[in-house]
C-alpha cells in the first residue's frame, strides 16, 4: 500500500489510498487491541469457542501488516477472505453473547424487554462482540477496493 499511495499519478488514486491506509491502519489497531484485550481479560472459558476471537485477532494482525507492504494477489486474497471471517466471528460471538445473557437473566429474546435486558447485561457485552464486526468491515472494504 505504501508503494501504491507513492506511485498514484491521479489526486484521485492518491486519496483513495490514503484512505485505504488509514482504514488498514485502524484494522491494525484493532486486530491489536482486540488480541490485548482477550488475552488481559481472559477471554478462555473451558469451551473452544471463547478462544476464537482472540485467535481472529492473531491472524488477522499479521494479513493486515502484510497488506501495508503488499498487494500482490497472494497477501489481498486471504486477508479480504478473512475479514469477511472476522464479521461471522463477530456476528456469532453477539448471538452466543445475548443468548447466554438472555439464559442467565431468565427472560426471552421474543420479547422487546427480554432482548433489551440481555443486550444490556455488562457481563457479556453485545456490542464488545460486534466490534469485531466493525474492524471485519472495514477490512473488507480495503480488500474489496484494491484494483490490481
Known sequence: MFERWMNAETENQKI??????????FTAFGFFYFGVEHWVIDHWLDSFSSRIPFYAAVI????TLAMFFTTHKAVRLPYTIFMAITIGVGLAGALFH???????????????????????????????????????????????????
Open 16 to 25: 483513495l489510498t490514503f484512505l485505504q491506509l488509514f482504514f488498514l491502519l
Open 98 to 148: 445475548l443468548v447466554y445473557n438472555a439464559g442467565d437473566a431468565g427472560v426471552s429474546l421474543f420479547s422487546i424487554s427480554g432482548i433489551f435486558e440481555a443486550f444490556t447485561d455488562p457481563f457479556r457485552p453485545v456490542l464488545a462482540a460486534l466490534a469485531h464486526v466493525n474492524i471485519g468491515a472495514v477490512g473488507l472494504v480495503v480488500g474489496l477496493t484494491l484494483e490490481d
Open 60 to 63: 488477522g494482525l499479521p494479513l
